[in-house]
T-cell receptor, first 112, second 115 residues
Framework: GDSVTQMEGPVTLSEEAFLTINCTYT??????LFWYVQYPGEGLQLLLK?????DKGSNKGFEATYRKETTSFHLEKGSVQVSDSAVYFC???????????FGTGTRLTIIP | EPEVTQTPSHQVTQMGQEVILRCVPI?????FYWYRQILGQKVEFLVS????????KSEIFDDQFSVERPDGSNFTLKIRSTKLEDSAMYFC?????????????FGDGTRLSIL
């Protein structure tokens, strides 16, 4: 079945630092790839997505590129802010298979 | 922006009791989902629902669980006889289509505590 390996947390960075959260997946076929974010006390929000190889998803300064050859979808941001503190989840979704398979989540804390 | 709403935000129930978690998906969405997240663990898929029937369910979704779309707006998850291990955050989600490039939109969740 599908699986996701996500960078273990927690991750603590200073404001304006560069962020990378690694994500690799195994899936049959050609999945779409998603990053979801969960702010404290809230539900899961779609952060960005990519639907085919070499696509780059971007939103709120975050980026992730669909790397089929390495089955990876690493999340990056050039300069993080305190408001980015949240838990980040990587999730592939297989074509024809509706469910999302979530990684363990990476808790990110940004300190001023 | 339209959103998925879930009620209640927190439900406390005695073990063995029935509980119904409610969700109002986004109005033009056709696919509905339930996930759960036990404290400190990953988000797990429970069930997907389309055209008034279950599309897929996980091993977690046993005979104690059921889903229903009783009217045109609500989507409910029922646990018939709750167990301690059912304590978790339950998330409802909906999407416009079943194709994998249609994102799922999540509610804020219902925290279920079984005593």
């Amino acid at each position: 079945g599908d699986s996701v390996t996500q960078m273990e947390g927690p991750v603590t960075l200073s404001e304006e630092a560069f962020l990378t959260i690694n994500c690799t997946y195994t899936a049959t076929g050609y999945p779409s790839l998603f990053w979801y974010v969960q702010y404290p006390g809230e539900g899961l929000q779609l952060l960005l997505k990519a639907t085919k190889a070499d696509d780059k998803g971007s939103n709120k300064g975050f980026e992730a590129t669909y790397r089929k050859e390495t089955t990876s979808f690493h999340l990056e941001k050039g300069s993080v802010q305190v408001s980015d503190s949240a838990v980040y989840f990587c999730a592939p979704s297989n074509f024809g298979n509706e469910k999302l398979t979530f990684g363990t989540g990476t808790r990110l804390t940004i300190i001023p | 922006e339209p959103e998925v709403t879930q009620t209640p935000s927190h439900q406390v129930t005695q073990m063995g009791q029935e509980v119904i978690l409610r969700c109002v998906p986004i109005s033009n969405h056709l696919y509905f989902y339930w996930y759960r997240q036990i404290l400190g663990q990953k988000v797990e898929f429970l069930v997907s629902f389309y055209n008034n029937e279950i599309s897929e369910k996980s091993e977690i979704f046993d005979d104690q669980f059921s889903v229903e779309r009783p009217d045109g707006s609500n989507f409910t998850l029922k646990i018939r006889s709750t167990k301690l291990e059912d304590s978790a955050m339950y998330f409802c989600a909906s999407s416009a289509g079943g194709r994998s490039n249609q994102p799922q939109h999540f509610g804020d969740g219902t925290r279920l505590s079984i005593l």
